[in-house]
């Protein structure tokens, strides 16, 4: 019997490797171009993957002999899963295995951007001793909006809970007493937005949360708010908070994720201490790598055996 053959497309934890090698051969080709993919996908039966490959509709249809996708993290955003499932694929992800390191990574970020962290480093190392330049502000007894209470929006409430921060929470599928339980008040978000001090973005992007932060709902915030998106690039309009930067309707934006990555040429990089950007790093802990690797990896291993997959 021929060995099962495995392509991994992005970076993942050696761990992951080392589970699938013990029912297939295992291919590492990452930064492929989708052409390369295209042609070679053909020779696999499974594929494992970070959000750096874009699984489309394209590369299903070349994947003749495919019968699992695996991602290697939350979003399946970046595989076309609709594609896969017409042509019998299952698409599974991991989605615990990061979520620790993705609250952890927005609270660092509500921090960064509060004491201007980013900026104060730079210039310490450029020789100067700017003190009175980064004075900061506490999050202690601030108002925090959390919107999306799932698992990593009900970390952060837990954590910024302990920091001394009142949490106002938007979720249309979590339950009151969830909230309760948290220590959260459930609002709309018109409340959220006109209330916040600093908020928080912890949803999918869906056609719902698309553009969710845009010049209208900006407008509604405090001057002296402070924004944080290590959910999904999408939900905010890269324009509009740019712009609403610069003219000092909000006091600061700290993003993780955008609309095109990696994120090239934007307003957003012209701007300075009041707003951080990081290169989607979220899930980019040596434990949550480990984790996601086990998880999918196993799960691939498991179909490649013939066991029943869980799936996305
Ligand atoms: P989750 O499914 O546990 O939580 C998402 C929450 O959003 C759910 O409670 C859901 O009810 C809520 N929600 C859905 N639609 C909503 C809407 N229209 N308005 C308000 N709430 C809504 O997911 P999670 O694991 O907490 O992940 C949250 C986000 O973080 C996802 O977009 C995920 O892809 C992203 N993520 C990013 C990184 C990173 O590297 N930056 C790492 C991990 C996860
Ligand atoms: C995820 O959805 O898990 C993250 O975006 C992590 C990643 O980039 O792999």
């Known amino acids: 019997m021929t060995m099962a053959k495995v392509l991994v497309s992005d970076p993942i934890d050696q761990v992951g490797i080392d589970i699938l090698s013990q029912v297939a051969q295992v291919d590492v080709k990452t930064g492929l171009p989708v052409e390369e993919l295209v042609k070679i996908i053909g020779e696999y039966d499974a594929l494992m993957l970070r959000s750096g490959t874009k699984v489309t509709q394209e590369v299903i249809e070349a994947g003749t002999h495919l019968k699992i996708i695996g991602r290697a993290g939350v979003g399946v955003d970046n595989i076309d899963v609709p594609a896969a499932t017409r042509q019998g694929i299952v698409v599974v992800n991991s989605p615990e295995g990061n979520t620790i390191a993705a609250a952890e990574h927005a609270l660092a970020m509500m921090l960064s951007l509060s004491r201007q962290i980013p900026d104060a480093n730079q210039s310490v190392k450029a020789g100067k001793w700017e003190r009175k330049r980064f004075v900061g502000a506490e999050v202690y007894k601030k108002t925090l909006g959390v919107v999306g209470l799932g698992k990593i929006g009900a970390h952060v409430a837990t954590v910024a809970r302990a920091m001394g921060m009142k949490i106002l929470a938007y979720d249309p599928f979590i339950s009151t007493e969830r909230a309760e339980q948290l220590g959260c008040r459930l609002v709309d978000l018109d409340l959220l937005f006109r209330e916040a001090d600093y908020i928080t973005l912890h949803v999918p992007k869906t056609p719902e949360t698309a553009n969710l932060i845009n010049s209208e709902t900006l407008a509604k915030m405090k001057p002296t708010v402070r924004i944080v998106n290590c959910a999904r690039g999408g939900i905010i309009d890269e324009a509009a908070i740019a712009e609403a930067v610069k003219a000092g309707k909000i006091a600061g934006a ?21 707003v951080v950007l990081t290169p989607h790093l979220g899930a980019s802990t040596a434990e949550a790598q480990v984790n996601v690797a086990i998880d999918v990896a196993e799960q691939i291993r498991d179909v490649l055996l013939g066991l029943p997959a869980r799936s996305a």
């Open 254 to 274: 700290a993003l993780d994720v955008f609309a095109n990555e990696p994120l090239g040429e934007s307003p957003l990089t012209e701007l300075g201490t009041n």
